[in-house]
C-alpha cells in the first residue's frame, strides 16, 4: 500500500445528546482514498462518528460536539463555510431517503444547487451518477418517476448515485445495506472498490464481514471509545491486541 | 371441537367490538345531522329568493326588495383583501416557526401567543380592529381596516395550519438536503414547501370560510348596513353578506321571509364553492406528488 497522507485528522471526539455521552474523546485518521470500516454494536458511537464528520450537530440542537476535526489539514469546526464543507463530503444513511420528486431531479438536486443550469450537462451528471450507482439499468427508461416510490433497495442506491452526484471527496456511509437485499449489497460493494480510487471511504456496518471484504483499516468502537484501529487483516486474523475486539470479530457478543 | 371455534372469552371480544363499532357510527351520524338540516331547510326556504337578478341588483324598498348584489361584491373584497394581508405574513410566521426557530423559552412563548389570539372572541378583535386599524392607523371605516380586523383574527388559523403541514414532511428529507450542502431555504423552497402546499391551502380554505361569515368584527371596522352602491377602492366602506343576512333577519321590518334564507343560501354556497374550488387543486396537487 502506497504511503498515504490523512484525508481526516480526528481528534478527542467526543458527541453529547444531552448529557448522555455518545461518543467519548475519540482520535484516528482516516488516510486519503482507503476505505476506513467502523465495526460495533449497538450504541457504541459509530453513527454519532459519522455525523459529527458532517457538522450534523447543527441539525439536532440536542447534540453537541468537542473536539478536532481537520479535512486535508484544516480544522471543519472551525469553517465558516459548512454548505462547502457538506458538498464535499456525502453521506448514505440506513433508511434510503429517496427525496419526493422524480429520479431525474433527484440526482441533480445538488448539481443544480451548485448552479448548474444546463441539461447536456445535468444529463451527464445523472447517467454516470446513476451508473456508479449500478442503477442506470433500471431506471434509465423512467427517470421521471417519483423517487420516494421506487423499491427499497432501489431507493438507496438512488441516495448513493445523489451523495456521488455533489463529487464529493469523502464517502461516509452508515449501515447503508439494512433496506437492501443481498444481491444489489454485493453490488454495490462492487461499486464502493471502484469508488476508492478517486474518494475516500469511510464504511460504518454492522456486518462484520462487510468490513472485511471492503475495509482497507477497521476501527472498533465499543461503549463510546474506539477500542482498537489496525489493518483489517490484522484485526480480524488475531494479531490484534486487545480481547474485547477479537471477542466481538469472533460473534462472542454484540 | 375445531381448532378455531369460539372461545368465551372471544364471544365477549366480538360483542364489543361490534358495540363500539355501532356506537362510534352513530356518533358519526350524528355529527351529520345538523348539517344535513340547515342545508335542506336554507335550500327549502331560501330557493324561493333566488334568482339571476338577486344576485346582480342592488337592495331596493328598504332592502326589502330587490338583490343583494353589493353585499356580494363587498364580501368578495373584504375576504380578498383579508387572504392578501394574512396568508403572506402567516406562510412566513409558520415557516420561521417550523424551519429556523431554534426550541427555546421565545419560540414556545410565541407559540402560546398564538394559541390564545385564535382564543379570542371575535368581538373583542372588532374593538381591537376599531381602535388599531379604524382610529390609530386612520383608515376610517373601510375594507382595508375590516379585512385588515379578519386577517388578525384568523392569522392563528393560518400559522397553525401551515406549520402542521411542513411539519408533517418527514425529517429525513430535510436532512438528506442538508447534507448535500443545501441552506435550510433552498431546502425549504425545493422540497418541504411543494410537498406541504395542499396542507397549507387547507388552512387557507378554513380562513376563507371564517372570513366570509364573520360579523362583529366588520361591522364596527368597515362593513355598512345599507350602501346604495359598490366600493371603489379598499378605503371605502361596503356592505357585506355576514352584517346583511344579519340585518335583513333582525333589523328591517316588513321583509319577505325567504329573503333571509335566500341572502344565508348565497353566503353558504359562496363558501361551498370556493372550499370545493380549493379542494380540487388539493387533490391535483396531491396526485403529483408522493413518498
Known amino acids: 500500500m502506497v504511503e498515504a497522507s490523512p484525508k481526516l485528522s480526528v481528534r478527542d471526539l467526543t458527541v453529547r445528546y444531552g448529557d448522555k455521552t455518545a461518543l467519548d474523546a475519540v482520535s484516528l485518521d482516516v488516510l486519503t482514498n482507503e476505505i476506513l470500516g467502523i465495526i460495533g454494536p449497538a450504541n457504541s458511537g459509530k453513527t454519532s462518528f459519522l455525523r459529527a464528520l458532517n457538522r450534523m450537530e447543527e441539525f439536532d440542537p440536542n447534540m453537541t460536539v468537542q473536539g478536532d476535526i481537520f479535512f486535508e489539514g484544516q480544522n471543519i469546526t472551525a469553517i465558516r463555510n459548512v454548505y462547502a464543507l457538506r458538498r464535499k463530503v456525502g453521506v448514505v444513511f440506513p433508511l434510503p431517503v429517496g427525496l419526493p420528486m422524480s429520479v431525474y431531479d433527484n440526482v441533480a438536486f445538488a448539481p443544480r444547487l451548485a448552479g448548474i443550469r444546463k441539461r447536456a450537462e445535468l444529463d451527464v451528471i445523472v447517467e454516470r451518477c446513476l451508473t456508479r450507482a449500478a442503477l442506470w439499468d433500471e431506471v434509465k427508461d423512467r427517470l421521471d418517476a417519483l423517487g420516494s416510490l421506487l423499491s427499497g433497495g432501489q431507493q438507496q442506491r438512488l441516495t448513493i448515485a445523489r451523495a456521488l452526484s455533489q463529487n464529493p471527496e469523502l464517502l461516509l456511509l452508515d449501515e447503508f445495506s439494512i433496506a437492501v437485499d443481498p444481491v444489489t449489497t454485493m ?14 471511504i469511510v464504511l460504518v456496518t454492522n456486518l462484520v464481514q462487510q468490513a472485511r471484504r471492503l475495509a482497507d483499516r477497521t476501527a472498533f ?11 483489517t487483516e490484522e484485526l480480524f486474523t488475531g494479531t490484534v491486541q486487545d480481547q474485547r475486539t477479537r471477542d466481538y470479530v469472533e460473534g462472542r457478543f454484540g | 371441537m375445531s381448532m378455531f371455534a369460539r372461545t368465551p372469552l372471544d364471544q365477549h371480544n366480538r360483542r364489543i367490538e361490534w358495540l363500539v363499532k355501532t356506537l362510534f357510527l352513530m356518533m358519526t351520524v350524528l355529527l351529520i345531522i345538523p348539517v344535513a338540516l340547515i342545508m335542506s331547510i336554507l335550500i327549502y326556504r331560501g330557493a324561493p329568493a333566488l334568482s339571476l337578478e338577486f344576485l346582480t341588483q342592488v337592495p331596493t324598498n328598504g332592502m326589502t326588495a330587490g338583490g343583494i348584489m353589493t353585499a356580494l361584491v363587498g364580501t368578495i373584497w373584504i375576504v380578498t383583501v383579508a387572504l392578501i394581508a394574512s396568508v403572506p405574513i402567516g406562510v412566513a410566521a409558520a415557516v420561521y416557526l417550523s424551519e429556523y426557530a431554534p426550541d427555546n423559552w421565545l419560540t414556545r412563548a410565541i407559540n402560546l401567543a398564538i394559541i390564545n389570539l385564535a382564543g379570542v372572541p371575535s368581538i373583542v378583535h372588532a374593538l381591537f380592529g376599531l381602535g388599531a386599524f379604524v382610529v390609530f392607523f386612520g383608515f376610517g371605516r373601510s375594507i382595508l381596516a375590516a379585512s385588515l380586523t379578519l386577517a388578525v383574527m384568523t392569522l392563528p388559523v393560518v400559522i397553525v395550519s401551515t406549520r402542521e403541514s411542513l411539519q408533517a414532511v418527514p425529517h429525513a428529507f430535510r436532512e438528506a438536503c442538508w447534507n448535500m450542502g443545501a441552506t435550510r431555504w433552498q431546502t425549504i423552497w425545493r422540497v418541504v414547501l411543494p410537498n406541504s402546499i395542499s396542507g397549507i391551502l387547507t388552512g387557507v380554505i378554513l380562513e376563507v370560510s371564517r372570513t366570509a361569515g364573520e360579523t362583529a368584527p366588520i361591522m364596527f371596522t368597515g362593513a355598512a348596513a345599507f350602501l346604495p352602491f359598490l366600493p371603489q377602492g379598499v378605503l371605502d366602506q361596503t356592505m357585506a353578506m355576514s352584517l346583511h343576512l344579519y340585518v335583513v333577519a333582525t333589523q328591517v321590518p316588513n321583509v319577505p321571509e325567504a329573503l333571509p334564507f335566500g341572502v344565508a343560501l348565497v353566503l353558504i ?8 374550488m380549493s379542494i380540487a387543486f388539493r387533490v391535483y396537487l396531491r396526485n403529483k406528488r408522493k413518498w
Open chain 1, 221 to 231: 468502537f465499543l461503549q463510546s471509545e474506539l477500542v482498537e484501529i489496525a489493518e
Open chain 2, 269 to 276: 354556497s359562496m363558501v361551498l364553492v370556493m372550499n370545493a
Open chain 1, 187 to 200: 453490488r454495490i460493494e462492487d461499486v464502493l472498490k471502484e469508488l476508492k480510487h478517486e474518494i475516500t
